[in-house]
């Protein structure tokens, strides 16, 4: 809450560490519904087409459920599909999430978390590699391919 002014405070909704905030509307139907944990130490404002989820589970196990294939096709059935797509309050409970104990919870997490942590070193290293097999080529084509002209 540091950087909100202190006159606006108390007409701002807050998400508490932990809480998963979810998106109530979007341009797009996959926009609808995207969930993140809130993993700070304070505080955060939240828009008031969020949702805020409080719960005793495990934050990063819930928001990688919100995420799956599965999750996002339940949802997709109660999206109101006007020019702005709308999630209601009680769409969203209707969506089921399974929760096995916190501690199999963090297992997953763990999985999870280095699954994607792997896949991002590859995103941002592979251009730059991409980038060097290129140069790599182009010095061995014009090496191989300059011939001295027999004068």
Known sequence: MSHVRADLAPSLRFANPRDIVIAAVGETVEDVGKAVAWLGDDKVAVHDDCFIFRHEQNPKFISYCLQTTALKAEKNKYVARAKVKRLSSESLAKLRIPLPPLD????????????????????????????????????????????????
């Not at 290293?125 to 001295?148: C, G, M, T, W």
């Open 104 to 151: 199999e919870q963090a297992k997953i997490v763990d999985i999870l978390d280095r699954f994607d942590a792997l896949v991002n070193d590859l995103s941002s290293a592979l251009p730059v590699e991409i980038n060097a097999r290129r140069e790599q080529y182009e010095h061995y084509r014009d090496r191989l391919l300059s011939f001295k002209m027999a004068a």
